[in-house]
């Protein structure tokens, strides 16, 4: 049996224990799509963790989508990627992982994440993944 996970319906969010709660929350508070073509999320403070040097990495990350059956919801989407803060991942494999939850949670048509990490060391970066139901 699977557990399932809820946020509060309103006081304070809970601090996410791990990312797979995360995953969990985006999945389980999903709701019924309605007739809309196209999503975009920008999160414009993203925050996780360089897994060589512990240090933070700052940025922002934007995610388009199309939605099958079922929506993202905003407020899960925080908490989300509030996860990441303490989680070591490279900004290539945050892209990724990011594009692979929604297709978890969401099962869209498609999925676009790019991620924007700021300049650490002089040296900005930014990552896209993709991923389409038809392939």
């Keep these: ?40 999320f920008k999160a414009l403070e993203f925050t996780a963790v360089c897994p060589k040097t512990g240090q933070p990495d700052f940025g922002q990350v934007e995610i388009t989508y199309t939605p099958n059956e079922k929506c993202i919801e905003s407020k899960s989407l925080k908490f ?25 949670a969401i099962d869209p048509l498609n999925v676009e994440v790019t991620v924007y990490q700021s300049a650490r060391g002089g040296i900005e970066l930014t990552t896209k993944a993709v991923r389409n139901r038809d392939e």
């Design 1 to 40: 049996m699977s557990e399932n996970y809820y946020l509060p319906r309103s006081g304070p969010m809970p601090r996410p224990d791990s990312v797979k709660e995360g995953r969990e929350i985006l999945k389980d508070e999903a709701f019924e799509a309605p007739n809309v073509q196209t999503i975009t």
């Design 80 to 104: 989300y990627l509030w996860s990441y803060r303490d989680e070591g991942a490279y900004c290539e494999s945050l892209a990724a992982q990011i594009a692979d939850d929604f297709v978890y």
